[in-house]
């Protein structure tokens, strides 16, 4: 009987090369839809370069099967760095062989070895736990225009976090960013923000 914990694909992971990023993003496109931008965790990103180090590509031979990315934010009063989570994308038809898990222990690795401590991300709690994330809320994590607060989730790569840095998680470059979202399923009229960006967490 086959290990459910063992991959059964032979897939390789890798640091995303600059030569793949159009594939990684057609890739994403593909798994979350053309709105995937509208996201509030987006605004986060906008104008902000993931941290190269932890980008990461998933490859069946010649082909991007699996991406996973992480933003600088700041979080709270105090500006504390931290990472944001995401995307983590599968290739539908490969979904549940392991490369998420693969692609998410590795970098979560890679960024504790680098000297992060506190990694966000907005996402299913359940697949998340897996990996040291709770919920970030009751932690007084906060992220402005997400609809879903309860997704929100938190892994410290080191102890003593958790009830110690709290607070808004921020642009890193200090961009406002509005605090509350209209669900637009609850205001026809749509939920356009101030400076005109659609916020659709999910
Ligand atoms: C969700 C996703 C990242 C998981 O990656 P994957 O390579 O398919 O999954 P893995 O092989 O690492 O893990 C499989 C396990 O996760 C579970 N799982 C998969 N998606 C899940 C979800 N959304 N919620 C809870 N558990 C989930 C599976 O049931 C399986 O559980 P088991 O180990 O107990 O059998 C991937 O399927 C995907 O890209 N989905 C679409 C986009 C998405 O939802 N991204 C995540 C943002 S929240």
Redesign the pocket.
Known sequence: MTD??T?TLNFTIKPEPAALTGAVEQMLDY??GPTRLDKASYLFRDGVDPVPELSYVAMLGDEVV?TIRYWPVHVGPTNHPALLL???????R???????????FRTLEVAAEMGHDLVL????????K?FGFVPATPHGFVMPGEKRPE?LQVAPLKRGLLGVVRGDIRHIHGRSIAPAAIDPALAPLGAAQADGAQLDAR
């Not at 995401?86 to 539908?92: D, E, R």
């Not at 991300?121 to 998340?128: E, F, I, K, N, S």
Request: hydrophobic share 30%.
């Open positions: 459910k914990n991959p798994v979350f699996g995401g995307p983590l994308g599968i290739t539908p490969l979904a549940g062989k392991g490369i998420g898990r693969t692609l998410t991300l907005v996402g299913d709690v359940d697949y998340y897996r997704r």
